[in-house]
């Protein structure tokens, strides 16, 4: 059997497609061969890492498996629920719970009313699901270096946070898109999704004890051919390029840094001064570039199932033919992929 390695993870955000990253991260811990030691995430990628660690702690790897699985059942029950308890309405494009999603509502409404107008209870079907599939007890005691990104609203910068600062309240505000749900207080401080400014961050990990091996679990198409044109596409491809700025400048910096170590342009004191990471990638965008924007608020049980039995696909993959570059070297080529330098 392949030796154990030690390795973070960086998951990233895309409401419903999380279901692809849980479909990674339940190959990932079954096969047994990776260490997770670390995460970092955003949004949907923070649901899928607190219900792994909190999993985690209790019961293992398979614990961890068991935890993501009801993480995203609930989900997908409780959004079906509030579909059915919507009230019947002739204006059903207005309703932010029937079966057309709250994206559909937002699309809608956006630009004349707020959620604070047509929300005003601040109705969030993540919160239950959260509740009862996360044991924050068990993840602020994890073994797991774990850390959640969100934006702050007033200062526009990336607020994360790690150990005991990680509550309920934190995970909503990970997740917070302020075209459907009102901003999350935190001690008087109003957060948005974390999309917007880290998806996911890296600079947790590099500052951090975590594993010098990251692995990144990525959901938004880097690349996109042809010009959008209609209103929709061109949205779409919008919020995939605003979603993965923040991503590409920490990986510009991280290329820069290893040519530097690489080509010893450091003198021995200052090349102490910097670690040298290696970066694994499973892009969920090369299955998901086909997918409109509105299915990531698609709820449906079997079509989040069909995501995670892609994203297992998809680990296995990466298993197959990166998996022995961990602890030695990258497995992707940064500057070429992601950066087109």
Same mark, same amino acid.
């Given at each position: 059997?392949?030796?154990?390695?030690?390795?973070?993870? *960086?998951?990233?955000?895309?409401?419903?497609?999380?279901?692809?990253?849980?479909?990674?991260?339940?190959?990932?811990?079954?096969?047994?061969?990776?260490?997770?030691?670390?995460?970092?995430?955003?949004? *949907?990628?923070?649901?899928?890492?607190?219900?792994?660690?909190?999993?985690?702690?209790?019961?293992?790897?398979?614990?961890?498996?068991? *935890?993501?699985?009801?993480?995203?059942?609930?989900?997908?029950?409780? /959004?079906?629920?509030?579909? =059915? *308890?919507?009230?019947?309405?002739?204006?059903?494009?207005?309703?932010?719970?029937?079966?057309?999603?709250?994206?559909?509502?937002?699309?809608?409404?956006? /630009?004349?009313?707020?959620?604070?107008? !047509?929300?005003?209870?601040?109705?969030?079907?993540?919160?239950?699901?959260?509740?009862?599939?996360?044991?924050?007890?068990?993840? @602020?005691?994890?073994?797991?270096?774990?850390?959640?990104?969100?934006?702050?609203?007033?200062?526009?910068?990336?607020?994360?946070?790690?150990?005991?600062?990680?509550?309920?309240?934190? @995970?909503?505000? /990970?997740?917070? +898109?302020?075209?459907?749900?009102?901003?999350?207080?935190?001690?008087?401080?109003?957060?948005?999704?974390?999309?917007?400014?880290?998806?996911?961050? !890296?600079?947790?990990?590099?500052?951090?004890?975590?594993?010098?091996?990251? +692995?990144? =679990?990525?959901?938004?198409?880097?690349?996109?051919?042809?010009?959008?044109?209609?209103?929709?596409?061109?949205?779409?491809?919008?919020?995939?390029?605003?979603?993965?700025?923040?991503?590409?400048?920490?990986?510009?910096?991280?290329?820069? =840094?290893?040519?530097?170590?690489?080509?010893?342009?450091?003198?021995?004191?200052?090349?102490? /001064?910097?670690?040298?990471?290696?970066?694994?990638?499973?892009?969920?965008?090369?299955?998901?570039?086909?997918?409109?924007?509105?299915?990531?608020?698609?709820?449906?049980?079997?079509?989040?199932?069909?995501?995670?039995?892609?994203?297992?696909?998809?680990?296995?993959?990466? +298993?197959?033919?990166?998996?022995?570059?961990?602890?030695?070297?990258?497995?992707?080529? =940064?500057?070429?992929?992601?950066?087109?330098?």
């Amino acid at each position: 059997m392949a030796k154990t390695k030690p390795i973070s993870l *960086a998951l990233q955000g895309g409401g419903a497609h999380g279901a692809f990253t849980w479909g990674v991260l339940d190959r990932l811990l079954e096969c047994g061969l990776l260490d997770v030691r670390a995460i970092t995430a955003t949004s *949907a990628g923070a649901m899928n890492a607190l219900a792994l660690t909190s999993g985690m702690a209790e019961n293992g790897p398979d614990g961890a498996r068991a *935890a993501l699985e009801f993480l995203w059942k609930e989900i997908s029950r409780r /959004s079906a629920a509030l579909a =059915v *308890a919507a009230p019947p309405s002739g204006m059903e494009a207005m309703n932010p719970f029937t079966a057309w999603t709250p994206f559909n509502f937002a699309t809608a409404l956006s /630009s004349f009313v707020s959620p604070y107008d !047509l929300n005003p209870f601040d109705f969030n079907p993540l919160r239950d699901a959260i509740e009862r599939a996360i044991d924050f007890e068990a993840v @602020a005691e994890s073994p797991i270096e774990l850390h959640i990104a969100a934006t702050n609203v007033e200062t526009g910068r990336l607020r994360v946070f790690t150990g005991e600062e990680i509550t309920i309240e934190a @995970a909503l505000a /990970s997740a917070c +898109l302020p075209q459907t749900f009102k901003a999350v207080e935190i001690d008087g401080v109003p957060y948005w999704d974390g999309g917007y400014m880290g998806n996911p961050a !890296l600079f947790p990990l590099i500052y951090g004890k975590a594993p010098g091996d990251f +692995l990144l =679990v990525l959901l938004n198409p880097l690349t996109r051919e042809g010009t959008p044109k209609t209103a929709g596409a061109i949205q779409d491809r919008l919020n995939e390029i605003s979603f993965n700025s923040a991503l590409i400048g920490e990986l510009r910096a991280i290329a820069f =840094v290893r040519r530097m170590l690489d080509e010893n342009w450091l003198a021995d004191r200052k090349r102490k /001064s910097y670690r040298r990471i290696n970066l694994h990638a499973i892009q969920g965008g090369d299955a998901l570039r086909e997918l409109s924007l509105d299915s990531k608020y698609d709820t449906r049980w079997g079509f989040l199932k069909q995501l995670r039995d892609t994203g297992r696909s998809f680990a296995d993959t990466w +298993l197959e033919t990166c998996y022995d570059k961990v602890g030695k070297d990258n497995s992707i080529d =940064v500057r070429g992929d992601f950066l087109h330098l």
